[in-house]
C-alpha cells in the first residue's frame, strides 16, 4: 500500500524498553502457553488452524491492509472476490466443515454468501427430503445456486408467528402460491438478497383449504440463472447502510402473487397432500423452528473467540502502554531509573479486563456442553425421539442471549480500555464491534430469547413442585440442571453461604450452592406473583429476564467447575488434568469468573439471603486477591487463545508489541493524505465564493 507521509527517520523510540515489554510479560508465566493453546483446539484441530492460516495469510484476494479505509461498493466487491476465491479453495483443498470454519474466521469479513452457508444449505438439510436435497442441497454445495435465508420482515421479525407472507395451496395445479400482501410483508434485512442469491428460502403462512398452519419453509427461485434478473413479479433490492456489516448485501423482497410446486415446500416433518391439500401434522409443532435452534448453538460455540479477541488487543496494549510514575510503588528498571508504569499494572485496569479472559474460558467449556448437547438432540431426533428439543430450545436460547450480550459489553469494555487510541479504526475494535453487534439481535432479540427460556424454567418448576414427591424427579437430577437446584431449594430454602473468610469463597461448592439457591429463589417467586398473585406476564418481563440470566449464569459456572474436577474423555480435559500448573491457572480464572458474576449481581445473592452484606465484602476482597493472583500471567493467557494478527487487523494487539510503529505507519497510508485540496483555505477568494 502506498505511503502517503513520509515518516522522518531519525526518531528513536521513547520507552527502551517497548518492544521488549511483552517479552518480559511472557516470560512471568507460571504455565506453559502452547499446553493451553493445545488444550484450547485439540491436536487435529491445531494442524488445521496452521494449514488454513498459511493459505489465507499467503493470498493476496484475503490481504486486508487496505479494509479500514474502504467505503461500501468497495468493501462489498471485496467481499464478493473474497468468497469466490474461498469457493475455489475448497473445492481445490477439498475442505469439510471443520477447515471451512477456520477458512471464514480468519477472512472475518461478512459476505455475500455467509447466509447461504450459513441458514440455506443448513435449512435443506434439517428439512429437505431425501428428493428435495438431491434438487436444492447438492447444487448449493457445489455453489451452483446461491440462497439466502428470508423469514423476518418490515413489520415483524421476534414475532415468527405473526408473518404476513402467505403460501396459499392451488389443488388445480398442485402448486403454492406466495404473495406479500401488504408493505409490511416485504422480507427484510435478508443475508446475501439484496445483490447475490438467486435462490431463497421464504417462510411463510401455510395456508390450505382456507385454513393457516402457522409458518413453513418454502425453496424459491428468486433470480433468473442466466441473467441473475429478479424473476417476474418479484422485486428485490438491498436494504442500505447499515451499523455495521457492509460487506454483506442484506437485502428486501416482495413477491406478487409468484407460483411453485408444491414439491418447494420443505417437507422433512410436515406435508400437503396432493390435490386434496390435506395437512400432515409434523411430530412437534416446533420443528420448522428448526434452523433457528441450530444458528443459536453455533453461535454460543463462537463467543469465546469473540471474547478472546478483544482480551488479546486490550491485555496486550495495556502492558505495552505507560501513563504516569506510580508514586507509592514507581517502576524501577535495572539501571534504577525510574518509568512510568504499564497501565496493565492499575488495579481498576486489570478489573476492567481481567474477567474478559476468564468469560472466554467460560465460554469455551460452556460451548463443549452445547455442542455435546446437540449432537445427542440430532442422534436421537434421527430416530423420531424429540425429547431433547424442549431442553435445547431452552438452553441455546437463554445462553444465545447471555453470551452475546457479554460479548458485546466486553468487546465495548475493552476498546475504551485502550483510551483514545481504542476509538481509531486501528484498534482492531471498530469494523469487528460494528460486525458482531447484529449477534444481540437475529437469530432472536436477546430479550425476546429469554422468556422462551424463562417459560421453561417457570413450566419446570411447576411440574416439580405440584408433584406430591417431588423427590420423584431426584433421578433426573444428574441429567437436568434445572431439576437438580429445584430439588435443592425445596431440600433448603434458607440455606445460607458458610465462608468466613475471602478465600472461603474460592470453594467450588459454595459457588455452585450460591448460583443454585439464587436461581430456584428467584423462579420461586415469579412462580408465586403469577400463579398466586395474578401479575401478568407482562408486568413480569424484568424479572423473566433475570430468571434466564441466572440459569445462563449458573450453566457457565456449572460447566466450568465439572470441567476442572469431573474426569472425561474428552482430549482437552484430559490435558489440562494432567497438568498441574494448567489447573492452577485455570482454578484462579475460573474463580474470578465466578465470584466476578456474583459480585456483578449482588443484588440477586443478597435478596434471596444466600449471603449476608459483610459476607459481599468478604467476596469484593476476594475479586482483587484473584487479580493480584492472575495479573503474571495475563498476557500469556490471551497468547495462548492464538488469535493470529492478521485476524486481529489491530496496531494496539500485535504480538510484537509494535504499537506506535504501526500507529504511525497505517495512518500514513490513509488516502486523505494523499488527497490534493483544489481549494488552499487561506485563500480570501476561496472563502468569499464559498460565502462562508
Ligand atoms: C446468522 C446470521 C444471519 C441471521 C439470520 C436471522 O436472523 S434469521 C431470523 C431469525 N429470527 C428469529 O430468531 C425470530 C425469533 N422468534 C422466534 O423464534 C419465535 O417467534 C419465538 C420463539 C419468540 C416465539 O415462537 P411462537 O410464538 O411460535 O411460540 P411460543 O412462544 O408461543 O411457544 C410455544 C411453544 O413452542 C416452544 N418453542 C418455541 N420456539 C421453539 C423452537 N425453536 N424449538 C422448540 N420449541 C420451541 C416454546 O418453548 C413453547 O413450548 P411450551 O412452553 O408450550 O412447551
Ligand atoms: C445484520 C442483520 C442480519 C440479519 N439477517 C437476517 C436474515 O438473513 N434473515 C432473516 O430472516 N432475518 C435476518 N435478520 C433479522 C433479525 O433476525 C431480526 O431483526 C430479529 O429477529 C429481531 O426482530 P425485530 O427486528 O422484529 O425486532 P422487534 O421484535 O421489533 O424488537 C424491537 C424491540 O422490541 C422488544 N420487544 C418485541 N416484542 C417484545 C415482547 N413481546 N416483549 C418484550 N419486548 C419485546 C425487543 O426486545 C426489542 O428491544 C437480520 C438482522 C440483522 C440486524
Known amino acids: 500500500m502506498v505511503s502517503y507521509v513520509k515518516i522522518p527517520s531519525h526518531l528513536k523510540p521513547s520507552d527502551p524498553q517497548g518492544p521488549d515489554l511483552l517479552t518480559q510479560e511472557r516470560n512471568l508465566a507460571s504455565f506453559d502457553v502452547k499446553e493451553l493453546t493445545l488444550v484450547l483446539y485439540g491436536i487435529k484441530d491445531l494442524e488445521r488452524y496452521h494449514t488454513i492460516l498459511k493459505i489465507i495469510e499467503n493470498d493476496p484476494v484475503f490481504d486486508k491492509s487496505n479494509i479500514y479505509f474502504m467505503g461500501r461498493n468497495e468493501l462489498f466487491e471485496h ?18 466443515v471443520e477447515e471451512l470454519q477456520f477458512a471464514e474466521w480468519f477472512l472475518d469479513m461478512p459476505g455475500p454468501f455467509g447466509a447461504h452457508r450459513g441458514m440455506f444449505i443448513p435449512t435443506l438439510i434439517g428439512q429437505g427430503t431425501k428428493e428435495q436435497k438431491e434438487k436444492f442441497l447438492v447444487p448449493a454445495l457445489n455453489y451452483q445456486i446461491i440462497g439466502c435465508y428470508a423469514q423476518t420482515e418490515l413489520g415483524h421479525g421476534s414475532n415468527v408467528k405473526g408473518l404476513e407472507t402467505t403460501a396459499i395451496y392451488i389443488p388445480e395445479t398442485d ?8 408493505l409490511t410483508a416485504s422480507k427484510w434485512w435478508v443475508g446475501g438478497l439484496g445483490k447475490t442469491a438467486n435462490h431463497a428460502i421464504v417462510m411463510a403462512q401455510l395456508i390450505s383449504n382456507g385454513k393457516n398452519y402457522g409458518p413453513h419453509p418454502f425453496v424459491v427461485q428468486i433470480r433468473d440463472m442466466k441473467t441473475h434478473l429478479p424473476l417476474p413479479s418479484i422485486t428485490i433490492g438491498d436494504i442500505g447502510p447499515k451499523f455495521g456489516f457492509n460487506s454483506t448485501d442484506n437485502g428486501f423482497i416482495l413477491f406478487e402473487h409468484v407460483r411453485i410446486p408444491r414439491f418447494n415446500m420443505l417437507s422433512k416433518f410436515s406435508q400437503i397432500k396432493k390435490g386434496t391439500g390435506e395437512y400432515i401434522n409434523p411430530p412437534n409443532q416446533k420443528l420448522s423452528y428448526g434452523t433457528m435452534v441450530l444458528v443459536r448453538a453455533i453461535i454460543i460455540s463462537g463467543v469465546r473467540v469473540t471474547l478472546a479477541r478483544a482480551a488479546t488487543i486490550a491485555i496486550r496494549y495495556s502492558a505495552v502502554r505507560r501513563q504516569f510514575i506510580d508514586k507509592d510503588e514507581p517502576k524501577k528498571l535495572e539501571d534504577g531509573s525510574i518509568v512510568e508504569t504499564s497501565i496493565l499494572d492499575y488495579t481498576m ?3 476492567r479486563l481481567f474477567p474478559v479472559i476468564a468469560q472466554s ?8 456442553m452445547m455442542v455435546n448437547l446437540y449432537t445427542e438432540y440430532t442422534k436421537q431426533s434421527s430416530s423420531g425421539d424429540y425429547s431433547l428439543l424442549a431442553d435445547l430450545h431452552a438452553s441455546s436460547s437463554g445462553l444465545k442471549s447471555l453470551t452475546t450480550t457479554m460479548a458485546v459489553d466486553s468487546i465495548e469494555d475493552c476498546r475504551r480500555a485502550c483510551g483514545g487510541h481504542g476509538y481509531s ?16 439481535t437475529w437469530e432472536g432479540d436477546n430479550y425476546i430469547l429469554t422468556h422462551q427460556t424463562a417459560r421453561y424454567l417457570l413450566k419446570t418448576f411447576r411440574q416439580v413442585t405440584s408433584h406430591k414427591n417431588p423427590e420423584i424427579y431426584a433421578s433426573q437430577s444428574n441429567k437436568n440442571p434445572t431439576i437438580s437446584y429445584i430439588l435443592q431449594y425445596l431440600n433448603e430454602p434458607n440455606q445460607k453461604c458458610t465462608a468466613i473468610t475471602p478465600s472461603d469463597f474460592n470453594n467450588h461448592e459454595i459457588q455452585l450452592r450460591a448460583f443454585k439457591h439464587r436461581v430456584a429463589f428467584l423462579i420461586a417467586n415469579v412462580v408465586d406473583q403469577i400463579d398466586n398473585q395474578k401479575k401478568s406476564w407482562n408486568s413480569m418481563l424484568v424479572e423473566i429476564n433475570r430468571i434466564s440470566r441466572a440459569h445462563c449464569q449458573y450453566l457457565l459456572v456449572q460447566n466450568f467447575i465439572t470441567a476442572l474436577h469431573q474426569p472425561s474423555e474428552d ?9 498441574p500448573a494448567l489447573k492452577e491457572v485455570m482454578t484462579s480464572i475460573c474463580n474470578l469468573f465466578v465470584l466476578h458474576t456474583m459480585e456483578k449481581d449482588i443484588g440477586d445473592f443478597l435478596e434471596s439471603e444466600y449471603l449476608t452484606t459483610p459476607q459481599a465484602r468478604l467476596l469484593r476482597i476476594q475479586v482483587y486477591n484473584l487479580l493480584k493472583e492472575i495479573r503474571p500471567n ?4 490471551v497468547d495462548a487463545f492464538l488469535i493470529p494478527d492478521s485476524l486481529l487487523c489491530s496496531a494496539l494487539g500485535r504480538y510484537d508489541g509494535k504499537v506506535y510503529e504501526t500507529m504511525i505507519d497505517w495512518a500514513s497510508k490513509e488516502p486523505l493524505n494523499g488527497m490534493t485540496l483544489d481549494f488552499n483555505p487561506n485563500n480570501d477568494t476561496f472563502i468569499r465564493k464559498a460565502k462562508l
Open 571 to 579: 482430549e482437552s480435559l484430559r490435558m489440562l488434568h494432567n497438568s
Open 349 to 351: 485496569q486489570q478489573y
Open 361 to 368: 474460558y467460560a465460554c469455551f467449556f460452556t460451548a463443549k
Open 425 to 440: 479504526s486501528f484498534s482492531g475494535f471498530v469494523k469487528f464491534y460494528q460486525d458482531y453487534l447484529p449477534n444481540t
Open 634 to 637: 495475563a498476557v500469556s493467557l
Open 79 to 96: 467481499a464478493i472476490k473474497k468468497e469466490k476465491r474461498l469457493v475455489q479453495l475448497i473445492r481445490e483443498n477439498k475442505w469439510k
Open 175 to 182: 402448486e403454492f402460491e406466495i404473495h406479500s400482501p401488504y
